[in-house]
Structure formats: C-alpha cells, structure tokens
C-alpha cells in the first residue's frame, strides 16, 4: 500500500468483542460476573493455602502462585474490556498497549510452564510418595516457580522489542477486545514475517516442552494408578488427573489454535472467541478444578472457620431444625393495627401488579419494549411481596411463629433472588428510557424483542447467581446459639447474627455483592438519567420538558427509595446496628415498594389509563 496510508500512533481503539449495541449490558454482566468469581476465587485460594498449616505442601505451594497468575492476567484484561463495553471512548495509549500485551504475555506464558510444573509435582508425589517431600524441597519449588516467571519474561520481551521495531501502522483500530499480538501485527505496514516467525516458534517451543513434560509425567502416573490394588484409590487419582487434563486440553488448545496456525485466511471472530477462553474462562476455572473440589481444601476451609469460633461455650450451640420470627413488634396491642394495614397494603400490592400484568397482556397499544420491562417488574414486586408478607400476616395473629429450617432458607433465596432481580430490572429500565428519549426513530429498531429478553434474562440470571452465593455460605453455618430470629422474615443479616462461628466471610460478601450490584446499576441508571438531561434540556417545548421531568422525577423518586433502604441495609459496618432500624428500612422494600411501583410507573401514564379505559369499555359492551 502506498506509504501516505501508513503513519506512527499514539493511541489505539479496541474494537471490543462485538459491534451489536444490543449486546453490551449482557456481555458486561457476563463478564463482570465471571470476574467477580474469578477475583475471589483465585485471591480467596491464596489467602487459604497462606493461613491453613495443612495446604503448606509443594502442590499448594505451585496453586497458590497458579491461583496469582490467573488473577493477575485476567485483572489486565478484563476490566478494561468491561470498561469498553460501556464506554464510547475505546481508545487505549500506545504505551498502554504495550504494557497490556506485555503482561499478558508474561503471566500467560508463565502459566504455560507452570501447567508443566505441576503435573510433574503430581509425578513425584503419585509415583515416589516416600520421597515425595524429600525430592520436592522447599528450594526447588522455588527454584521451579522462578523459572517459570524467568521464562514468561524473557519470551515476552522477546516479542515486546519486536513489537517496538514497528514504525507505521495503515490503521489505530484493532479487532480485538485487548492488545493482542497477532490483532497488531494485521496493521503493520512493514513487513512482519519474522515477528509472526518468531511468534511460532517460541510458542510452538513452549507448547512442545511443556506438553511432552505433562504427557510424561502422566503417563508414569497411569502406570502407577493401574498398579493400585485399591479400585477407591484409582477411582480417586483417575478423577484428579481428568479435571486436571481438561484444563490442560482447554488452555493449550486455544493458545495452540489462536497463535500456532497460519495466519492467512484467519477470522477474527474466531480468534476472539479462542481468546475468551483463556484470558476470562480458564482463569475462573482453575481454582475450582484444582482446589475447590479438592479434600484438603475443604477441610482446611472448614478448620480456618472453626478457629474463629465466636467465644461462647460448645453446648450453647446445637444445629436447629426450626427457627422462631418474632415480627415487626412484641406489643400485642399493635397486632390488629399492623395487620389490617399490611393487609391493605398486600392487597393493593397483589391486586396493582397482577392487574398492570393483565392489562399489558390483553391491551395490544402496550405491546412496546417499556410495558414489557414493566410487567416483568410487577411480577417480580408481586412474587418477592408474596414471599414475605402471608407469612408475616400469619405470624402477627398466629402464637406458632414457626419456620422450619428450609423453609427459612427457601423464603431467604427466593425473596433475595427477586430483590436482586429487581435492582437490576431498574437499571435496564433506565436503559430503556435512555434509547426512547435520546434515540426515538432508532427505539423499536434497538430495543428489538430479542434483546429485550436478552436483557431481562440477564437480570433473572444476576439474581439467581447472586442468591445462590448467599445461600451456600449460609448452609454452611453448622450450628446456631439460638433459634429465634429477632426478624419479620428470613433475611439473611439476622441469622447470621444467631451463628455459633464465625461469619465474616459471609458479611464480607453480603457487602461486596451489595455494594457491586448497587454501583453497576447506579452507574447505569445515572449515565442513562444524565443523556436524558441533556436531551430534554434541548427540547423546544416546554410542555415537552415538563412531562418528561415529570417522569423521570418519579422514576428517579423510587429508585432513590429503594436503592437508598438496600445500601442502608446491607453495605454499612455491622457493628453497633440496630435490629429494630433494619427491620424498618426492611418494611420499604419489602412491603411498600411493590405497592408503589405500578402507581409509579404505570398507574399515572396517560397510556395506561387509555388502554384500561379502552378494555373497560369493551367489557361494558358485551
């Protein structure tokens, strides 16, 4: 091409993974989902092979520093990935480029031989396990971990001064979601032959070396497994060696596919897809496949909760088959008053969000992306509503304040799932209104019904995950001191307050989840809210501006609400908290808003009253 066409950068712009706008909020709760696991995953392994005495072994010592690497290169990554999602400015410095690729390509190909490593760690211990501690000394485990840095160092630099000799590239743009090699050496304008000659055959070298240490190293571990007399025993390693070489095929397969193929003819898209795999997937596989469901790890995790057993004596503290609510309040004079108000208030609750559910259904003129968030928004207001307040309604009246243990447990996801869910529905419906305030002519077209179930699937699927986390670490509570729960319902805070051990780890991530899924929908919902400003700040009509002021004064009213009660609640120290002030903050979400979302949203929107006047007058006429 003709040199004019080619010129020095500074700064480059990172396509992403995909160019269909519809897409962005799903792949961005993907991905920062698996983030999310990734982070405490790898850094949570770490800090338990660090504290637990039984994991400081050389096959734990080389997990800990695989565990380090993963988290390491997806944190490069990932987050600037998430960032670009969302972002209309893509665009990343050369030296930030640089730097990217570089420690990528580091940390990558540490692990590469770090993989190596530890399949001849299990060598040694399957096949010598007399001389197991012996041969793997402290110093040549050192000495083996070095090395693996040593080399993801020097085969990095070797392509970073490559990288560096390029001078002019025909284009800034790259099809690439990060600053990968072969998506750079595409827009070069000098000839790169030897820069992708090199890239094979220092890839291929490590792929060949490590592969034929894992394949030898297995292979003496077979033979020692079919000597086992004991079926258990092979069972066992046979189970350990295939989640192992699962991840080994799954990492080496793709670094093998994306960078030792011949690069004419090759789709981008595909090597993007190639490229997920090891720098997003693997690095949240690893710790699962290596050490969540391993022996030692769970007991370990098991001992390190156990020592910080809360001072109180063993007896004080038995398993529990049932927990007792004790409600909002213990005045008995209270009770008539209380009931007959959330009853009321269930019953607009019930008979609002069913009713707007119908009525989008039967009327044809609310068959519009907004309507459908809305009805999906009242089923979750109306089912996380019933999964609290008969029973609390009961309980006022009834002296059996009973619940039994899973009972307790299913009230506490279910209620969680939908408040989760619910957030999140908020956020897109922000999202929602952004596209048909700031883009009208271009709505229908956007905010197309398949991403409309796309992003309200993505919500469903937030909560369940979420709930689940929160519902596993709380099955994981052995025993408890009491079985009476200062609460009107099963919320989590307040069983933990009656656990035996302690429960730091779950208030930890009560507050990092929390805190993640209120900062992301924030961010969304303020980002879509400040275009809508400036959009209707431009409007000639007055009467234009004051309507959609109105709206969003209303919208914004709710989310203030309810966002304010769950950060209340869940994201300050739980030091010094008083149960009475969370049971209050509790009833705003639990109870009032459900009722207030359709009078919110729906019931004062002129095309609401017109379809319910429209089926109200067909029913009259027949």
């Known amino acids: 091409m003709g040199e004019e066409n080619c010129t020095a950068v500074t700064e480059f712009i990172l396509l992403g993974l995909t160019d269909a706008p519809e897409l962005r909020v799903f792949l961005f709760m993907v991905f920062l989902l698996i983030y999310g696991v990734t982070v405490w995953g790898n850094l949570g392994m770490i800090a338990l092979i660090h504290v637990s005495s039984r994991l400081h072994t050389p096959m734990y010592f080389f997990l800990s520093h695989l565990s380090f690497i993963d988290y390491c290169y997806s944190t490069i990554i990932v987050p600037k990935m998430l960032a670009n999602i969302l972002n ?5 410095s050369f030296v930030g480029c640089m730097v990217q690729f570089y420690l990528f390509c580091v940390y990558a190909i540490t692990e590469v031989f770090l993989l190596a490593v530890m399949a001849y760690d299990r060598f040694v211990a399957i096949c010598n396990p007399l001389l197991y501690m012996v041969s793997m ?7 083996l971990v070095s090395c693996c840095y040593l080399g993801g160092t020097v ?17 800034n743009e790259i099809d690439h979601f990060f600053c990968d090699l072969p998506p750079l050496l595409s827009l070069a304008c000098s000839d790169v032959s030897v820069n992708e000659l090199l890239l094979y055959i220092v890839t291929s070298f490590n792929e060949i070396t490590t592969i034929v240490i894992i394949l030898t190293s297995y292979l003496f571990i077979l033979i020692t497994i079919l000597r086992m007399r004991s079926a258990e025993g092979r069972r066992k390693a046979f189970s350990t060696c295939a989640s192992h070489l699962t ?11 994306t960078y030792c193929r011949p690069s004419s003819g090759n789709s981008t898209n595909t090597d993007k897809v190639a490229t997920v795999f090891y720098t997003v997937v693997i690095p949240m596989l690893n710790p699962l496949i290596y050490s969540l469901r391993n022996k030692d790890v769970k007991e370990a995790l098991r001992k390190v909760v156990r020592s910080k057993m809360v001072e109180m004596g063993e007896e004080n503290c038995t398993t529990v088959t049932e927990f007792i609510l004790l409600g909002l309040s213990d005045v008995p004079e209270l009770n008539v008053f209380l009931s007959l108000l959330f009853l009321l208030i269930y019953g607009l609750t019930f ?3 069913l009713g707007m559910i119908a009525l989008i259904h039967v009327s044809s003129r609310l068959h519009t992306p907004m309507y459908f968030f809305l009805s999906h928004l009242s089923f979750v207001d109306f089912c996380y509503s019933t999964v609290i307040v008969p029973k609390m309604l009961f309980n006022i009246f009834s002296k059996d304040k009973t619940i039994s243990f899973l009972g307790c447990m299913i009230q506490f996801y279910m209620f969680c799932t939908c408040a989760i869910t619910d957030v999140f529905l908020l956020a897109m ?9 700031c883009s009208p002519l271009l709505y ?13 699937s993505g919500c469903y699927f937030c909560g369940i995950v979420c709930s689940l986390i929160h519902l596993c670490l709380a099955l994981g509570i052995p025993s408890y001191r009491s079985n009476v729960i200062n609460h009107f319902f099963c919320d989590l805070l307040p069983i933990l307050n009656l656990a035996c051990y302690d429960v730091s780890i779950n208030e930890l991530m009560i507050f990092i989840v929390s805190t993640s899924n209120e900062i992301i929908t924030i961010v969304i919902i303020f980002t879509s809210y400040l275009f809508i400003l400036i959009t209707i700040l431009r409007m000639r009509s007055a009467e234009g501006r004051r309507k959609a002021f109105s709206t969003c004064a209303s919208h914004l009213t709710a989310i203030v609400v309810f966002h304010g009660t769950v950060l209340f609640t869940y994201c300050r120290p739980r030091s010094g908290n ?4 969370d049971k209050v903050a509790s009833v705003f979400y639990t109870v009032v808003i459900p009722m207030l979302n359709p009078l919110i949203y729906s019931l004062r929107n002129k095309d609401v009253k017109e379809a319910l006047k429209k089926v109200l007058g067909s029913r009259l006429t027949l």
Not at 88 to 92: F, G, T, V
Not at 578 to 581: E, K, L, R, Y
């Open 444 to 456: 229908m077209v956007t905010m197309s019904r398949k991403l409309r179930i796309v992003l309200v």
């Open 429 to 437: 419906m922000a999202y929602d209104r952004f596209l048909a305030i």
């Open 155 to 171: 085969c990095s630099l070797i392509h970073l001064c490559l990288a560096l000799e390029i001078a002019s590239y025909r284009s």
């Open 247 to 257: 991840a080994i095929i799954v990492f080496h397969g793709t670094i093998l596919f």
């Open 351 to 353: 008979l609002a969000n």
């Open 578 to 581: 008083s149960v009475d002030t």
């Open 88 to 92: 209309e400015d893509k665009a990343i």
């Open 137 to 143: 000394s402290r110093n040549l485990c050192v000495e």
